[in-house]
């Protein structure tokens, strides 16, 4: 495998394309966006200078990067010829099934079709097209260069064969591949999201306020961030829409979103992407000031 498409160009897509690029693949990165995809270059470009400044890579390295991408708006034209497709476009059912109706009519018979969803399923997503066998699920974790874990997921017609190239092909990306079955919200969010609802459940009963709970489960559990504040980071959004997929695919109450997560995505306070959320981003992406409406 040579040639990669990555389909989007956000936060995860453009990340995907990033490590693919820098690890010698050669990246066509699909969106509708020229605006999204000079975005997406530009991230690009702001970490592999900061990995350049950290002496992590040379000069030589983040050139042959950025050279091993090319933009398209045109599906057709970003994915043909390639031997994999990782699709990473925003995480809604309706848009995912028709991108991998398109994609399956426009691949060669042999490209195997990824998605990077964090919840949604691998089988739901292989049965509307005619190689549910080539259909696997490649979660890569946010920020794409430096978490090492990738999620792989076999959808319920997935081939070993397929899934054992995917496996490999992580490998060679420096990554840390995991295999586990498909079902809502696999391993990593079945985990984590409960977790992040039960923290806003918290703040919402007034146990405690945003900085104490994030406090607690940063000193008293050695997490890195406290999960409001990567609620924060993740998208109040995407929380919530991985919440119902759960929700509806268990039918267990211990997964509905807390009427608190429900309201903050209606008002628009979505995380450090809309400027609010738990906390208020507008000086600083860092969580150094909760959110007025908390204190």
Do not use: W
Not at 137 to 153: D, Q, S, T, Y
């Amino acid at each position: 495998m040579k040639n990669i498409a990555v389909i989007g160009a956000g936060t995860m897509g453009n990340g995907i394309a990033h490590v693919f690029a820098q690890n010698g693949f050669q990246v066509n990165l699909v969106d509708i966006s020229q605006a999204s995809l000079d975005k997406g270059i530009a991230t690009i470009t702001k970490n592999l200078d900061r990995m350049l400044a950290k002496e992590v890579i040379d000069q030589g390295t983040k050139e042959s990067t950025l050279g091993n991408i090319t933009t398209y708006t045109d599906l057709k034209d970003g994915v043909s010829s390639v031997d994999l497709v990782v699709e990473a476009a925003t995480e809604n059912l309706d848009i995912k099934l028709k991108i991998f109706k398109d994609l399956d009519e426009i691949c060669e018979a042999g490209t195997i079709l990824a998605t990077n969803t964090s919840s949604i399923s691998i089988t739901q997503i292989g049965a509307v097209t005619q190689r549910p066998d080539k259909i696997i699920g490649m979660h890569f974790m946010n920020p794409v260069p430096i978490m090492k874990l990738v999620e792989i997921i076999r959808g319920y017609n997935t081939s070993d064969m397929v899934t054992q190239t995917i496996m490999d092909l992580s490998r060679k990306l420096g990554k840390t591949p995991t295999e586990v079955n498909d079902y809502p919200g696999f391993v990593a969010n079945r985990i984590l999201m409960p977790m992040i609802n039960e923290a806003i459940e918290t703040l919402y009963n007034g146990v405690a306020g945003v900085h104490e709970i994030d406090t607690v489960m940063k000193l008293g559990m050695a997490h890195p961030m406290g999960p409001l504040q990567l609620a924060d980071f993740i998208g109040l959004d995407v929380c919530l829409s991985i919440l119902n997929v759960m929700y509806d695919g268990f039918k267990n109450p211990k997964y509905a979103p807390c009427p608190l997560l429900v309201n903050m995505v209606m008002a628009g306070k979505l995380g450090i992407k809309s400027g609010e959320g738990f906390y208020d981003y507008s000086e600083s992406r860092k969580a150094e000031h909760v959110s007025t409406q908390f204190k």
